[in-house]
């Protein structure tokens, strides 16, 4: 089964309001990282969070962590219809050492209307 | 150009075919990684690899082979296609263990 599970599946919304997503994991961490992915596209790396912060912003993102209940959320304040996307949290397992290996969750599929 | 590129874009192919799907980075990052993405699964990891001539198996590896003699080129073989392959790829790189990845555009790979 997948480390990282994200709630909601689906989240539409209208340009303006805030948007929200969560992601939550099974095993302890060195980092949880958020990604972007348009129709089509390939990945884009949002945010990088390392397990030993609970908060980081990067422009209208904001991202928390909470370690002890195995959870990540990803706020996106002022959606644009822009922002229309999947987003994926990612991590990278303390068990995996040095080998950088990367597991994904499902996703969250984003849809600010105009 | 700079970058991650795959190849083919898009590929069909019959089953029980072999069929190679190329990854080309430009950035002499260690790490890579192959992906496969389908509906309601997001992205499962294939396999990985730390730096050339060193793999390892991800999530799904079964019916695939890697290899890496060349840190910049991490190509993925299917060595008998299934309907089940039936998938869009993505490679994927770091510079750093856990650092972020940048990937690629994906190859759909649709197995008849």
């Known amino acids: 089964s997948q480390q990282g599970e994200e709630d909601p599946q689906a989240l539409s919304i209208q340009e303006g309001e805030n948007a929200t997503m969560n992601c939550s994991y099974k095993t302890s961490i060195n980092n949880l990282q958020w990604y972007r992915q348009n129709s089509g596209r390939g990945l884009v790396h949002l945010i990088l969070?390392?397990?030993?912060?609970r908060e980081k912003h990067s422009g209208r993102l904001r991202v928390t962590l909470d370690t002890s209940k195995k959870s990540s959320s990803l706020l996106i304040t002022a959606s644009r219809a822009a922002d229309t996307a999947s987003y994926f949290c990612a991590t990278v397992l303390r068990s995996s050492g040095n080998t950088g290996k990367l597991i994904f969750g499902q996703g969250t599929t984003l849809q600010v209307k105009p | 150009d700079a970058g991650i590129t795959q190849s083919p874009r898009y590929k069909i192919t019959e089953t029980g075919r072999q069929v190679t799907l190329m990854c080309h980075q430009t950035w002499s990052h260690s790490y890579m990684f192959w992906y496969r993405q389908d509906l309601g699964h997001g992205l499962r990891l294939i396999y990985y690899s730390a730096a050339a001539d060193i793999t390892d198996k991800g999530e799904v590896p079964d019916g695939y082979v890697v290899s890496r003699s060349k840190t910049e080129n991490f190509p993925l073989t299917l060595e008998s296609a299934t309907r089940s392959q039936t998938s869009v790829y993505f490679c994927?790189?770091?510079?750093?263990?856990?650092?972020?990845?940048?990937f690629g555009q994906g190859t759909r790979l649709t197995v008849v």
């Open positions: 994927a790189s770091s510079g750093q263990g856990g650092a972020e990845a940048f």
């Open positions: 969070i390392r397990s030993n912060e």
